[in-house]
């Protein structure tokens, strides 16, 4: 079974497609899930294969204008408390770290505790919640051990998502360590494939997020994501995370409206815009093309408040979870603040 990327280019007026879960008591989000031929949230296969035909976008309510945004949110004190967090912000997005971000180990995830989440997320009407996986994931290593490590731990980043009803598991896709950019993506491919293959119903979509291109880090150009998803048996068991901070840091210049046209044009030519499920919302502490992931308050940095004007108001993205990653005390006062600017440039 071969799903070629090229085939798959659609009009850029089609937008994304979705999936959702816990979020399906928002009246809204079950019209959306009507639309994709779901039914009460879960995914059937039938409707996986139909996903490529959605047009979610012409079809959403009227009253669905904005997208859903938020925070990453730590889960200190457990993963309730992320959902406790996104609430006192206001947040209707949010992105957790299921484990430590930074250690191999990862605690198990009680079904008590993972229950509890859920019901949080839905009470608090989160669209759409979303993980990032572990930093010390490469699927790109070109050491066995360590890439076979890798996928281990992505298994466990995969059943933790799928224990909290998560839509997404953003990661990022690797880096080749001087072993080139084909070879490197030939093992993040094959990465995805065995997760894919060992995990048939897995809900929790896998999304490669757009990298800053630092060192040898893969995914900074939408070249390497096209040939990723080409080599990709169930490329439509996949999406996209596009971060603001490392486009614009990897060289795709989305400071203006002008800009934004252009480069989602270039990513809907190479990639296919209907691949694009969520956003981090990141400003950049340096300058375009710069290759440094380092994030910086909305509005702060290099790219400009006025940048984000054009993403938040952008219909083929205004069901997408946007989430800030940009840093913040425990008060998180910064969020605040972050989420406020963004606000004022909705239309
Ligand atoms: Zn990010
Ligand atoms: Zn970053």
Known sequence: MSSRGAGELR??????????RASNTDPSVRGNIAALGTTGGRRTRKSAAAESEAKPAAKSPAHVAHPPLGAHMSIAGGV??????????GGTALQIFTSSSNQWHARDISEGE???FRDAVAAARIVRPFAHNTYLVNLASPKPDLWEKSIGAMEGEVRRAEALGLSYLVMHPGSHVGTGEESGLERIAEAVNRLHAKFPDLKAQLCFEVTAGQGTNLGCRFEHLARLFDQIEAADRMGVCLDTCHLFASGYDISTAEGWKKVTAEFDRVVGVRRIRCFHLNDSKKGLGCRVDRHEQIGKGAMGLEAFRAILNDPRFRECPMVLETPKGEDLAEDHVNLAALRGLLA
């Open 11 to 20: 009009p850029s007026d089609e937008g994304p497609v979705f999936i959702d």
């Open 114 to 116: 993972a229950a509890a």
């Open 80 to 89: 309730v408390k992320a959902v406790e967090r996104a609430v006192s912000v």
